[in-house]
C-alpha cells in the first residue's frame, strides 16, 4: 500500500470520526438560534470553536452534522450506484453479443444526457425529499461502472473456470454471482472510491443552489451557500465548510488514484 | 466521411428526443399543477388558467403540441414571467452564458494543454508534481468553493476586481467569472494531456525523428501534439457539460443574468416550462457539440471512421 492511500484513508477516518462524534463534545446543537450572539467569531470561549452563523447557531456542530449528511448521501447513492452498474454490466458483458451491444448502447446514449439538469428538473417536479436525493445520483453515477464491469466481465468470461462452470451445467445467474462477481471486487472497490466524491459533488452542487437538503438540515453545500451570504463580515462561515469539502473530495480522490495505481500494480507484477 | 458524418447525426437524434421525453415527464408527473399556491383560486379560475396553457388536454396531446411548437423554436409561454415565452428568455440570457462558456473554455484549452505538455516534458521534476499537485486540488475543489474564495480574496480583500456583474464596467467583470469556469477544466486537461503526451513520447516514431537530429520542441509540435490530443478531444463533451453546469453557479454567485441564473430562478419558482425549456436546449446544445467533437475526432484520426 502506498503511503498516498495510507494518508488519505487517515484523513478519511479522522473526518468520519469527527463527524460523529464531535457534536457530542458540543454543549449546543445544530438548530438552537443564540441572539445574543450571531457571527461570533471561531473561539474556545463558550465552546464556539468555529463561530456561529447569522442565526447564531453553533457552526461547528452544523458542519459536524453537515459532513454526517453529506457522507451518508454519498454512501447511499454510491450503493445505488454500485448495483445498479454491476448488475448492467456484468449480465451485457456476460450475455454478450446483440443483447450487449443494444445494452451498451443504450449507456452510450445515457452518456450524452445533461443529467444534472435532469436531476434539478426532478427535484423541482416533485417535493424535495432525501431519499429522491440519493436515487437520483445514484441514478446517474452508475454508467462509468457498468462499463469498467462489463469490460472486466468480457476477458472473464472466457477463463478456464467460467468455461468448467458451464460445462457442469451451472446457470446463467448462478456463473454470474459465484464465478464473476467476486473476481470483479477489486476493479469495483477502485470505482466506488471514485464514484463517492462525484456524488458528495452533486448533492452539495444541489443544496448550494437550495434543491437539496432543506433547513434547518444542512450540509456541507449548504453550509457554503449560507457562508457566500456572509462572506464579508464573517468569512469563516464560508472558509471552514468550503475547506472541509475540498479536504474530504481531494482525499476521496486519491484513494481512488491510490488504489486504482495498486490493483494496476498487482496485476501487472 | 460523409456516411460517418450522417451516421452520426442520425444516433444523436434518438438521444435527444429521450432527453425531450423525460424532461416532459417529470414536469408532467409532478404532484400539483404549476398554478396551485397558498392561495386556492376559485374553480372558475383555476379552470381557465388550466384551459389557457391548454393544461386540461390528456398527457400525449400536450407532448405532441410541445413538440410541434419546439420543432418551430417555440419552447411555450414561461409560466412566471408573464408575457414573455420561453424562447425569448433564453435568447436574452443566452448571449451573456456563451460568451463566458467561450472564454472560460479557450483559457481552459491554452493554459491545460501548455502545462500537460510541459510537464510531460520534465516528468519527475519539481516542475512536473508542482503542476500535478495543482490539477489534483483544481478537480477536488468545486465550482462553487472556488467561486466564493476567489471572489473573496480579490474583491473583497483586496480590491482588484469587482466581485459582482451590475455596477461593474468593462472587461474586468469578465475576470473572475471566467477564471473560475475554467479553474477545474485546466485541471483535468492538464493530467490528460500529461498522460497522452507521455504515452506519445515513448513510441518508435518519436525516437525516429529525433534521431534525424529534429529538436524537442519541433517534435512536439509537428509530431507528437496531434496524436497526443485525441484522449483531450474525447474529453471535450463531458468538459463542455461540465462548464454548462459550472455557470448556473458562477452566474448565481457573481449575478451574471445568464441562462445559468433563470434556470435557478425558474427551479425555484416553479417556472415549469422555464425549466423544461431550458433543460431541452442544453441538451441539444450539449447533444450538438459532440456531434461536432465525434466529427473532429474523425478529421484528426481517420482510423476511427472505418470502425
Redesign the interface.
Known sequence: MSRTIRIAGFILLCVAAAAIVGPWFSPHDYLTTDFGGPLLPPSAADARYFGTDDLGRDLFVRTMTGVRVTLVVALVASLVSLVIGVAYGATAGFVGGRVDAVMMRFVD?LY???F???V????????RNFLLIFVAIGAINWLDMARIVRGQTLSLREQEFVQAAQLIGVGTFGIIRRHIAPNLVGIVVVYLTLTI?QAI?VE??LS????GVQEPQTSL?SL??G??AQ??AA?WL??IP?AL??LI??AF??LG?GLRDYFDARKSS | MLRYTLLRILGAIPTLLLVIALAFLMVHAAPGGPFDDERVLPAEVAANIEAAYHLDDSLPKQFLDYMSGLLQGDLGPSYRYVDYSVAELIGLAFPYSLRLGVMAMALALIVGVGAGTIAALKQDTALDRIVMGFSMTGISIPVFVIAPVLALLFAVKLQWLPAGWSGAEGAGRYVLPVVTLALPQVAYLARLTRASMIDVLGRDFIRAARAQGLGMATVVRVHALRPAMLPVLSYLGPAIAAILTGSVVVEEIFGIPGLGQFFVRGALNRDYTLVLGIVVFYAALIVALNLVVDILYAVLDPRVRYR
Open positions: 446514449t450524452a444526457l445533461p444534472i439538469f435532469l434539478i428538473l426532478l427535484m423541482v417536479a416533485f417535493e466524491p459533488l452539495s452542487f448550494f443552489l437550495g434543491l453545500g457554503v451557500n457562508g457566500v462572506m464579508e468569512p464560508l472558509l468550503a469539502l475540498a473530495l481531494m480522490n486519491f488514484d
